[in-house]
T-cell receptor, first 114, second 117 residues
Framework: DTGVSQDPRHKITKRGQNVTFRCDPI?????LYWYRQTLGQGPEFLTY????????KSRLLSDRFSAERPKGSFSTLEIQRTEQGDSAMYLC????????????FGPGTRLTVT | AQKITQTQPGMFVQEKEAVTLDCTYD???????LFWYKQPSSGEMIFLIY??????QNATEGRYSLNFQKARKSANLVISASQLGDSAMYFC??????????????FGTGTLLAVQP
């Protein structure tokens, strides 16, 4: 079991460009979460999937953000027309159906928008 | 609305001593859960310990224990016998919602712990 993986680990992009991040949860984990962490703050919830269904989205997730989990395995988070305020660490977490309270986090993708 | 408060931005502790990191929470739910995560400089959030609101005994995991005082709405983390590798950011978090719900986590602002040799 290799843990939650995220790709890329770092992304630098220019304002206005689109970016896509990938998260591979631990196998057999049916719940997947995306969080965003800005400097000096704790992570904030963005969205949640149970299998392939996106069941909740935060108000933080503007129309420029979209997340998918097409086959209930890996997930992608896309940000369109990036803004400097999108600069943050994007964290993915997953949990097992038998231990739904324990979320295991990936290493994160650090996005810098210049 | 649920809220987690961590009032200690930074803490120092001598190696091999115990340290307590404070956490208070606010919720109107009867069923909730409290967590502590460790975040080293590498960025990954590492799960340390969990306490359910109906658990009568304080949770313990190795050198970590959670001092749960329900009436005071506090869930302090105690690290015994501190090690240099314990230097990191520590976040208190609360699970929002009851079983079967999203179980999304609400985090505090964190406490930066520095263990001194």
């Amino acid at each position: 079991d290799t843990g939650v993986s995220q790709d890329p680990r770092h992304k630098i992009t220019k304002r206005g460009q689109n970016v896509t991040f990938r998260c591979d949860p631990i196998s057999e984990h049916n719940r997947l979460y995306w969080y965003r962490q800005t400097l000096g703050q704790g992570p904030e919830f963005l969205t949640y999937f149970q299998n392939e269904a996106q069941l909740e989205k935060s108000r933080l997730l503007s129309d420029r953000f979209s997340a998918e989990r097409p086959k209930g395995s890996f997930s992608t988070l896309e940000i369109q027309r990036t803004e400097q305020g999108d600069s943050a660490m994007y964290l993915c977490a997953s949990s097992h159906p038998g231990l739904i309270y324990e979320q295991y986090f990936g290493p994160g993708t650090r996005l810098t928008v210049t | 609305a649920q809220k987690i408060t961590q009032t200690q931005p930074g803490m120092f502790v001598q190696e091999k001593e115990a340290v307590t990191l404070d956490c208070t929470y606010d919720t109107s739910d009867q069923s909730y859960g409290l967590f502590w995560y460790k975040q080293p400089s590498s960025g990954e959030m590492i799960f340390l310990i969990y306490q359910g609101s109906y658990d009568e005994q304080n949770a313990t995991e190795g050198r970590y224990s959670l001092n749960f005082q329900k009436a005071r709405k506090s869930a302090n983390l105690v690290i015994s016998a501190s090690q240099l590798g314990d230097s990191a950011m520590y976040f208190c978090a609360m699970r929002e919602g009851q079983s079967g719900a999203t179980n999304k986590l609400i985090f505090g602002t964190g406490t930066l712990l520095a263990v001194q040799p």
